[in-house]
Structure formats: structure tokens, C-alpha cells
């Protein structure tokens, strides 16, 4: 069975929609905690999307990074009050130096980066000794559709 491809550009303008408009949600609370505890000062979300999480985690840090594949989640990311230094690409072919990043997150993205594996292998080149990479979501294509 051939998966449908989703086109981000197009529905970039209702994607907030999924978020709440509290940013107490669990999932944002457990990024911000594994921030604080890795004193994160430089983070990189891959599959940054809207940049709804590195808005939140501007609470911690100044330096936040943002590589989304889709255009149209990248300007949607340029909107948020957070400074979000953002590129466009693949999650496989992360532009940085070795040792740029305290924490590198993911969030309902993974599943979208083709081979898991390598963007692991290539996340761990830009981590910082000490450095933490956090992964969160689901694949909606599974069957289970488990978080």
C-alpha cells in the first residue's frame, strides 16, 4: 500500500489548530524539564514545524533552532514571539558543526524523516558532551496509532 504523501505547504494555515492555547500541556512541560535538567543554552528542533515547541522552550534559552522540510510551517515558525533561527531541509542532512547542540527534540516529526536511524546517527554528531536528544510522538500511518 502506497502511503499519500501530506503536503505541509498547503495546510500550514490550519495547523495551529492542533495545539492548545495553554502551554502546560504535558508534553511541552516534559521538554521544558529535560531542558532545565541538561542546562540546554543551544536547542535544534528537527521537524520544527510552526515552532510551537521551541516557543516554549524559549523560556529557557535565547539560541533556538528550528529545520523543517515544508515552507509553509517554516513562516509560520518566522510568526512566533520566540527568535528562531530556522532552515530548510531534511532532518537527515543536519547543516551544523559537531558539539553545536545541548538538546536536540523531535516532536510528531520522526516518522516523516524516512530512515529514523540515520537522523540518530547524524543527531549525534551536533550534540554537546552531555547533550540529550528527546523524541516524542506517533507514526499515524501504524495501525495502533500508539504515542
Not at 516523516?112 to 551536533?126: L, N, Q, T, V, Y
Amino acid at each position: 500500500m502506497q502511503r499519500r504523501r501530506l503536503n505541509y505547504d498547503q495546510i500550514a494555515s490550519e495547523y495551529n489548530r492542533r495545539y492548545p492555547n495553554s502551554q502546560s500541556w504535558e508534553r511541552g512541560q516534559a521538554l521544558l524539564e529535560l531542558a532545565r535538567k541538561v542546562k540546554a543554552k543551544t536547542i535544534l528542533e528537527a521537524g520544527s514545524g510552526p515552532g510551537f515547541w521551541l516557543n516554549l522552550l524559549h523560556q529557557v534559552t535565547l539560541h533556538l533552532f528550528g529545520r523543517d522540510f515544508s515552507a509553509g510551517m517554516s513562516a509560520l515558525a518566522r510568526n512566533q514571539s520566540a527568535p528562531i533561527k530556522l532552515t530548510r531541509g531534511t532532518a537527515i542532512e543536519l547543516p551544523y558543526q559537531d558539539e553545536t547542540f545541548d538538546l536536540l527534540c523531535c516532536v510528531d516529526a520522526i516518522h516523516h524523516f524516512g530512515d529514523s536511524r540515520a537522523f540518530i546517527a547524524e543527531a549525534f554528531h551536533i550534540f554537546k558532551p552531555g547533550g540529550a536528544l528527546a523524541i516524542d510522538g506517533h507514526d499515524p500511518h501504524s495501525a495502533e496509532g500508539n504515542w
